[in-house]
T-cell receptor, first 112, second 115 residues
Framework: EAQVTQNPRYLITVTGKKLTVTCSQN?????MSWYRQDPGLGLRQIYY???????DKGDVPEGYKVSRKEKRNFPLILESPSPNQTSLYFC???????????FGPGTRLTVT | AQSVSQHNHHVILSEAASLELGCNYS??????LFWYVQYPGQHLQLLLK??????LVKGIKGFEAEFIKSKFSFNLRKPSVQWSDTAEYFC?????????????FGTGTRLKVLA
């Protein structure tokens, strides 16, 4: 089944404790992206990747890191999480840049 | 900078009523336009998209949208809504400007359809 998977689905952590949210797609898509969804703000793009080893900032990259070492994986790293990063995070992929995106199920992160 | 505006934040309709959700974007060049839907407890899925050609595009579940370039708009419509259309709807733009391929989403419209 073609899909985007994210792990974990739920995470509660404390300020400053490094964490990684994994994202994987099995559709051989070139473009992958991370978003955060906050009430009243919609989805805001954090980072995106056009292909392996090619990443770029979205609108809200501060406090996040990404890497794209393999085509199928695009992990999101929070080196030192803070409470304002409490949010619902979505990973997405598309066959090509500017194409239709397929979204993962979301990761609800709480930073206390 | 690109931006996307969705004018209606909350919409409440009765079943069989007609729906129109507004979406305006700010970029003046070539754009790819999307409407995504998020049903309660689910992740986003594509309703419809516009890349080029016929400005009236049809999507899943009876939804359609019209691209009006002169108005920078891409409004979503459905002639007769159902209770199962209760969801949050997001308009999105990708302009590919200056070699970047950022997606810009609107803030969303929560639709509640009363049975």
């Amino acid at each position: 089944e073609a899909q985007v998977t994210q792990n974990p689905r739920y995470l509660i952590t404390v300020t400053g404790k490094k964490l990684t949210v994994t994202c994987s797609q099995n559709m051989n898509h070139e473009y992958m992206s991370w978003y955060r969804q906050d009430p009243g703000l919609g989805l805001r793009q954090i980072y995106y990747s056009m292909n392996v080893e090619v990443t770029d900032k979205g609108d809200v990259p501060e406090g996040y890191k990404v890497s794209r070492k393999e085509k199928r994986n695009f992990p999101l790293i929070l080196e030192s999480p803070s409470p304002n990063q409490t949010s619902l995070y979505f990973c997405a992929s598309s066959l090509r840049a500017a194409g239709e995106q397929y979204f993962g199920p979301g990761t609800r992160l709480t930073v206390t | 900078a690109q931006s996307v505006s969705q004018h209606n934040h909350h919409v409440i309709l009765s079943e069989a009523a007609s729906l129109e959700l507004g979406c305006n974007y700010s970029y003046g060049g070539t754009v790819n336009l999307f409407w995504y839907v998020q049903y309660p407890g689910q992740h986003l899925q594509l309703l419809l998209k516009y890349f080029s050609g016929d400005p009236l595009v049809k999507g899943i579940k009876g939804f359609e949208a019209e691209f009006i370039k002169s108005k920078f708009s891409f409004n979503l419509r459905k002639p007769s809504v159902q209770w199962s259309d209760t969801a949050e709807y997001f308009c999105a733009v990708n302009a590919g400007e200056a070699g970047t391929y950022k997606y810009i989403f609107g803030t969303g419209t929560r639709l509640k359809v009363l049975a």
